[in-house]
């Protein structure tokens, strides 16, 4: 069974930095997309960026660029999301997921594993 387990969230200034990390355990993921959502309050949730295990691709949302970057360890079967220049519009959920095979890493729907998100919280 895959088990998704994020950690790292918190409160944060504007300006700030924090790193989430998504600890993946159940299977072999070298085949798999790992990627970042968030939901914050009253929006849908969105895409944020993702990777591909076996290669390393990355891919981010037009929000995240620039200030996010998301990354791997095959040795702990983690996957981290390095935020840097935080701002309150970044304030959500954050959740990690595991997609197998081919299609859109941007999309959600097709991502079958999801950890139980951890919270950010951008003051201004």
């Known amino acids: 069974q895959v088990q998704l387990v994020e950690s790292g969230g918190g409160l944060v200034q504007a300006g700030g930095s924090l790193r989430l990390s998504c600890a993946a355990s159940g299977r072999t993921f070298s085949s798999y997309a790992m990627g970042w959502f968030r939901q914050a309050p009253g929006k849908e949730r969105e895409f944020v960026a993702a990777?591909?295990?076996?290669?390393?691709?990355?891919y981010y949302a037009d929000s995240a660029k620039g200030r996010f970057t998301i990354s791997r360890d095959n040795a702990k079967n983690t996957v981290y999301l390095q935020m840097n220049s935080l701002k309150p519009e970044d304030t959500a959920v954050y959740y990690c997921a595991a997609k197998r095979g081919s299609g859109a890493v941007n999309s959600w729907a097709g991502y079958a594993y999801w950890g139980q998100g951890t919270r950010l919280t951008v003051s201004s």
């Open positions: 990777i591909i295990w076996s290669g390393g691709s990355t």
